[in-house]
Structures are given as structure tokens and as C-alpha cells.
């Protein structure tokens, strides 16, 4: 059997580092600019996290806090287990609605906090009180409604990048990109994978390119919400009038 390892070409590495570039250039807070982050911080963003689905990912953001707003307080898991299913959705729905699917979402907020509280003393940050891999805590927030492997790997690596009080063994090594319909349209595009719907090509194709640290192609995000956008692309200008970073190295005809 074969245990030939599949090396990069010369063609892919240099995309491999333009992503990465994105990666740290803009997808990444400074180690400066990082903070001791709460255990209301880490409910937020895990929650803003679970609402980031058939939405702009800055409503999903800032969802959590208006939330709390309507509702008069300042602990989000408390807002939401001190509240029913059907409360809540009637909540995000009011105009302006915080979402376009507000019983699915409340469906999943609740019931994922309810878990936090009972399973994790009602602080998420008991997850990863022994420092575990960053890929076993993505199993760990796998376990919450509505979490699943593009959100559990997007929760781990905002929470390792945004504070400096989130601990985990081996660093940012064994995470992977997200499987986002950005990322699968722009590695397809490149020539990467066989499909818009290739995550095993998605996976496969970020080791070859960034063997070390697979997670820097999530530069790929930025790209695609940019640039290489479903219907448009814009290879030659964004709305800034900057010619996609990738232009000179994809062989699209789109």
C-alpha cells in the first residue's frame, strides 16, 4: 500500500500563502489587541455562532446583544433558559425580526443553553478547563443543538484567537477550515476539488497547500465574500475597487 505523502506545486503553494496571508492579515485579532475574555464573551460569541445560518454573518453577531436588549438583561444563558422555545422566537421575530427563521433558531439557541447549564455548570468555559486538543473541544460544542462541524471549528478557532484565557494542547495544528459555501466555491474555482460540495477535497486539498496549519486557508472566506462571489465574481475590483489577491493564479472561466 502507498504511503506516498502528495506535495504541493509550485502553483499551489503560492495560494496556500496568499490565504494565509488574508488569513492573519484579516481574519485575525493581534496578540496585542487580544482579552481576558468573560464568560458572558464566550456565551456570545457561541451563541452569535449557532445564529450564523441563512444569515449575514454580522446579524448573526450581534444577535446575542439585541437580544438581551429586548429582553431586559444581561446574561444571555440566563435570557435564554429562563425564557420557552416559543417566547424566544417571538422575540427575535419582532420587527426588525433578528433573524428570517425565528422558531429554528430560538429552536436550537434554547436548547443549547439548556445543555450548557446542566452538562457544563452553566459556563462554556468548562469545556476546556483541561486544556484539551482544539479538535476535541469542536466534539465537545458538536454535542449542543446546532452545532456542527463548520460552527463547531469557526466557534474554536474565534475563541483561541480572540482571548487570551481560552486553553487548549497543540495550538491552532489540528483544526480544520471551515467547510463554508465560500471556501467550497472558491477552492473548486482554483481547481482544488472536483465540486462546489467537495469537503473531503476541501480538507484533503488545505493539508497539501498549508501541510503545518491547514486552518490559514480560511483566508479562502474573505475571497469568496469579496471577490468570488456566486453569481458575479468580481476578479477584477471588489466594491473597493481591489483586484481579487488570487486573480493571477486562478484559471476560472467563470
Not at 30 to 44: A, N, W
Not at 120 to 143: A, F, Y
Not at 152 to 176: A, K
Request: aromatic residues 6%; hydrophobic residues 35%; contains cysteine.
Amino acid at each position: 500500500m502507498s504511503t506516498e505523502v502528495r506535495v504541493a506545486t509550485a502553483r499551489e503553494m503560492r495560494i496556500g500563502q496568499t490565504l494565509a496571508a488574508l488569513f492573519y492579515g484579516e481574519m485575525v485579532t493581534p496578540p496585542s489587541e487580544r482579552k481576558v475574555g468573560s464568560r458572558e464573551d464566550f456565551h456570545r460569541l457561541l451563541f452569535s455562532m449557532i445564529s450564523n445560518r441563512m444569515t449575514r454573518f454580522e446579524d448573526a453577531l450581534a444577535l446575542p446583544h439585541l437580544l438581551c436588549q429586548r429582553l431586559g438583561g444581561d446574561d444571555v444563558l440566563e435570557c435564554l433558559t429562563s425564557h420557552s422555545v416559543d417566547e424566544i422566537a417571538e422575540v427575535i421575530a419582532r420587527p426588525r425580526a433578528l433573524h428570517r427563521y425565528p422558531m429554528r433558531i430560538a429552536t436550537s439557541l434554547c436548547t443549547s443553553a439548556r445543555q450548557i447549564s446542566e452538562t457544563w455548570s452553566g459556563n462554556l468555559s468548562e469545556m476546556w478547563r483541561d486544556e484539551p486538543l482544539p479538535s476535541t473541544l469542536v466534539q465537545r460544542l458538536k454535542t449542543l443543538h446546532g452545532v456542527g462541524d463548520k460552527i463547531g471549528n469557526l466557534t474554536v478557532r474565534c475563541l483561541m484567537l480572540d482571548f487570551t484565557n481560552v486553553t487548549v494542547w497543540s495550538g491552532l495544528s489540528s483544526l480544520r477550515p471551515s467547510c463554508d459555501r465560500h471556501v467550497l466555491r472558491v477552492f473548486h474555482r482554483l481547481g482544488l476539488t472536483k465540486s462546489e460540495q467537495d469537503i473531503a477535497g476541501l480538507y484533503e486539498m488545505s493539508e497539501v497547500i498549508r501541510p503545518h496549519a491547514s486552518l490559514e486557508c480560511e483566508g479562502a472566506w474573505l475571497v469568496g465574500l469579496d471577490w468570488c462571489k456566486s453569481g458575479c465574481p468580481r476578479c477584477h475590483g471588489n466594491e473597493e475597487g481591489e483586484p481579487c489577491p488570487l486573480f493571477r493564479l486562478c484559471f476560472s472561466a467563470c
